[in-house]
């Protein structure tokens, strides 16, 4: 059976990544992996095994275009109105807090947050699906 283990995106600023997804996420440095003309950076918490991989490519100056198929990455909090508070006190500029509502009912409640790179990473309350 297949297990997931990481998602990859690129960055630019490896030290602009790793502080925002630090104070986002408590997200550290589990490997790094330098090659000639890329570095390999993985994240994760102390709690998890996924891992998030930053691909660093020396020399690059210019930000990637995202394009239209990235959607987003999604983590879930234990208390998602404590983590928007301090994400907001961080400086991470979240976005409102809202609530998808399915057949009368309420699905997640959500929030996002943009990288310094421009990929979106959605927050959500733990409990239903997300639990």
């Known amino acids: 059976m297949a297990k997931l283990v990481h998602s990859m995106i690129r960055v630019l600023d ?7 997804y630090r ?12 090659f000639a003309d890329f570095t390999l950076i993985y994240l994760r918490t102390a709690e998890g095994e996924f891992e998030l ?15 239209d198929g990235y959607g987003h990455l ?16 961080e400086g991470l500029n ?3 807090l ?3 509502q399915h ?3 309420t699905m997640a409640k959500f929030c996002f947050v943009t990288d310094p790179d421009g990929y979106r990473i ?3 309350q733990k409990f239903g699906r997300f639990g």
């Not at 991989?53 to 210019?62: A, F, K, M, P, Y």
């Open 23 to 34: 104070r986002a996420f408590g997200l550290e440095v589990k490997d790094r992996i330098g």
């Open 94 to 96: 979240p976005t409102p």
């Open 53 to 67: 991989e930053l691909t660093v490519n020396h020399g690059r100056t210019e930000p990637y275009a995202l394009g």
């Open 14 to 20: 490896e030290a602009r990544s790793l502080d925002f």
């Open 122 to 124: 959605e927050v959500l």
């Open 103 to 105: 057949e009368g009912k």
């Open 98 to 100: 809202r609530e998808l």
């Open 74 to 89: 999604a983590v879930v909090v234990d208390d998602l109105t404590i983590e928007h508070a301090r994400m907001t006190a």
